[in-house]
């Protein structure tokens, strides 16, 4: 049996399988993706240092190389037992390893943005035209709009633009007073100034890049069979933009499918408008053997993310024995401080990037799987319908192969919005394994050994 | 509702347009080795990779992540794929996936 086995291969995985391994655990990595790096290293080993983040970056991920982990790339998991069986495909065979301990890292996704429109190719999203450009180095040509709001979205065009790409322009559909409101957090971010410093340094980037920002809302996309122009209001009225590609962002969300599966214990988060694991100082949740570390508890960023790795690690090395709680407790009291540091920024991030809580046209589809629109979901409400569970029976939404992870969050939204209670109050999908779709031949290759 | 293979123009675009081969729906398309598939394909200017079972409408990768299941193809023969987690080989077949994934013997 395995001592500890890591569901992703991000800063959260990477550094608490560094950081077990120190402390002799027999350590199983699983990633879905070819390589580590997880989405913001993603192919990491494969670019040139930017800065020195990317150098700290490929620094981590070679000392993974080196420190003796098991890893398997290309590896979807997709059912995790109360035993500590963690089954997985990879290239068309299933597997199964148990472990003592699971740590589950699986970190972010991107909240929908559900406008009008945005099924038609050609729309994506920002965080998707990131990886591209990080994997395959594709920039941006011709007319790519990008919308939404969120560092990400102000990353991503410095980024395209570093990389000699063009963007038609920014349509920032961030609410009006966030600003404001994210001044009386501002004492907080600046126990950690560089994550402003940079953040004015990529405004002004994209600004001297001569990249239109607009301030804009109820924006659509159209086009027939693809995307083929952008219509939304700004301060002059309505407008409409001829479009080849449009990258939509309104921040993430910790990635919950694993750990709502397992039936851990989830709190909402006000600030971050979304569900998370309920978690202790070393990461551990409701259900035993199970620890979260990373932007899946909670959104914090990758210098936060590689910090409770680590601290997660310490703990299960407790957990295990193999070292005392005293020397636990001395080696995280560092950790905690440092991720503190990193925590700070993030009540003003929350503030300046509220998520924008989706109101979306009656028009658009917020189950992309099942076609289901919003104006569906509001009459099943006003037929009886009380939740997102229920909706199910009523539409099917939520019910295709991406099993909610498109719309769960917007269904919960538009519902409460129709019946006028808090969206805490609406029970997201109920989670089941398998986590991920897989065929009978993988479930049947389980068995040949 | 008809799919355009031919694009309009790439929009994600890059300089170097690598030494693999694969062919989708007949046509042949390069890639650079450590291409998703689906990265591979935007790189030719083609958005679209199936048509959704529900409503015949046409659907392209969208996460680029693996969660919105938008950018499943038929790869090899084998439907349901999610191409951007596969990554593109020489000699590879893809083509567009029609509704669901068709069951083979």
Redesign the interface.
């Known amino acids: 049996m395995t001592d500890l086995a890591i569901i992703g291969a991000g800063p959260a995985g990477l550094s608490a399988a560094i950081e077990a391994r120190r402390h002799g655990l027999d350590v199983l990595l699983l990633d ?3 390589a580590p790096g997880g ?1 913001i290293w993603q ?1 990491i080993e ?1 670019r040139t240092a930017k800065d020195k983040d990317d150098t700290a970056a490929q620094a981590t991920v070679a000392e993974f190389r080196a420190c003796g982990a098991r890893a398997t790339f ?1 590896a ?1 998991v997709w059912c995790i037992e109360p035993d500590g069986s963690v089954f997985w495909s990879a290239g ?1 065979k299933a597997e199964v390893a148990r472990a003592k301990q699971v740590l589950v890292a699986t970190g972010a ?2 909240r929908p943005l559900p406008v009008p429109g945005w ?7 920002a ?3 990131q ?2 450009l990080k ?10 709009w990008l919308a939404g709001q969120g560092p990400l979205l102000l990353l991503y065009a410095v980024q395209a633009l570093a990389a000699g790409g063009r963007l038609a322009g920014v349509i920032d559909l961030g609410a009006a007073g966030a600003q404001r409101r994210a001044l009386s957090h501002l004492g907080g971010a600046l126990r950690a100034p560089d994550y402003l410093r940079r953040g004015l340094m990529w405004r002004r980037k994209v600004a001297k890049g001569g990249v239109p920002w607009i301030r804009g809302r109820d924006l659509r996309a159209e086009g ?4 083929a122009r952008i219509r939304f209001t700004d301060v002059h009225g309505e407008r409409t933009e001829a479009a ?2 449009l990258l939509l962002h309104d921040g993430v969300m910790p ?1 919950v499918q694993i750990t709502r599966a397992l039936g851990c214990a989830h709190r909402w988060n006000t600030a971050q408008r979304s569900w998370a694991p309920q978690t202790d100082a070393w990461g551990r949740t409701s259900v035993a053997n199970v620890v979260v570390a990373g932007d899946g508890g909670g959104i914090g960023g990758a210098q936060a993310a590689a910090i409770s790795g680590r601290i997660a690690a310490l703990g299960i090395a407790a957990t295990l024995g193999r070292i005392d709680d005293a020397a636990r407790d001395a080696a995280a009291s560092g950790l905690w401080r440092e991720q503190a540091k990193h925590l700070a920024v993030r009540p003003f991030l929350d503030a300046l990037f509220a998520p924008l809580v989706p109101a979306p046209a009656d028009d658009a589809i917020v189950c ?4 289901i629109t919003a104006g569906r979901v509001r009459e099943a409400v006003s037929l009886g319908c009380l939740g997102a569970n229920q909706l199910k029976a009523f539409t099917r939404a939520g019910m ?3 099993q909610g ?2 719309c769960s969050a917007t269904v919960c939204e538009v519902i409460a919005d129709a019946r006028g209670v808090a969206v805490e109050t609406v029970e997201p999908y109920r989670l089941r394994f398998p986590t ?2 897989l065929t009978l031949g993988e479930l049947a290759s389980l068995h040949d050994g | 509702m008809s799919l355009t293979s031919v694009p309009d123009g790439s929009m994600l675009a890059r300089p170097d347009i690598g030494t693999l081969t694969f062919s989708f729906d007949g046509a042949p398309v390069r890639a650079r080795p450590g291409d998703t598939v689906a990265a591979a394909l935007l790189a030719a200017g083609i958005v679209t990779t199936r048509t959704t079972p529900v409503g015949d409408r046409p659907r392209g990768p969208f996460c680029m992540m693996g969660a919105c299941f938008d950018c499943l193809a038929v790869v090899d023969g084998v439907g349901g794929v999610q191409t951007c987690l596969t990554e593109v080989r020489e000699g590879m077949d893809v083509q567009t996936q029609h509704g669901a994934r068709v069951l083979h013997d």
């Open positions: 879905e993706n070819a989405r192919a494969r290309g979807t068309g996704t991107e099924t038609l190719p050609g729309v994506m999203t965080g998707a035209a990886i591209l994997t395959s180095g594709l920039v941006p040509q011709g007319r790519v027939d069979g693809r995307l080849d590609m990635s992309r799987c099942e076609e295709g192969p991406c992870r498109m991920k779709p």
